[in-house]
């Protein structure tokens, strides 16, 4: 069963920049698109953005076009997620997740419930 571990979150000033990044172990993430939600204090879960296996197909959320870019490299077994001018309401806890595509459904309610990791939280300060 694949793992996957988050990281780069943490503080930072509003109009900073952040890179998250998301391990993967057990098994090749080449095989899985692969996706960013969020979770803000008190919010339901927000999609992010996704990218395919072989990074030709991306999907951003419209309200973070512009400001968010997501990228993979396959043979480190990583994907990223790049925040810049950050604010204030980019708080919460950041997720990865894997499917076998990107479709509507899990660009909404989002992948499975066992193909996700912990989170990094993001905490943007005014």
């Known amino acids: 069963q694949m793992q996957l571990v988050e990281s780069g979150g943490g503080l930072v000033q509003a109009g900073e920049s952040l890179r998250l990044s998301c391990a993967a172990s057990?098994?090749?993430?080449?095989?899985?698109?692969m996706h960013w939600f969020r979770r803000a204090p008190g919010k339901e879960r927000e999609f992010v953005a996704a990218?395919?296996?072989?990074?030709?197909?991306?999907v951003y959320a419209d309200s973070l076009k512009g400001r968010v870019t997501i990228s993979r490299d396959n043979a480190k077994n990583t994907v990223y997620l790049r925040m810049n001018s950050l604010k204030p309401e980019d708080t919460a806890v950041y997720y990865c997740?894997?499917?076998?595509?990107?479709?509507?459904?899990?660009?909404?309610?989002?992948?499975?419930?066992?193909?996700w990791g912990q989170g990094t939280q993001v905490t943007v300060s005014s």
């Open positions: 997740a894997v499917d076998d595509d990107i479709t509507e459904v899990t660009t909404s309610l989002g992948p499975a419930p066992d193909s």
């Open positions: 990218i395919s296996q072989n990074g030709d197909r991306i």
């Open positions: 057990g098994r090749a993430l080449s095989k899985y698109a």
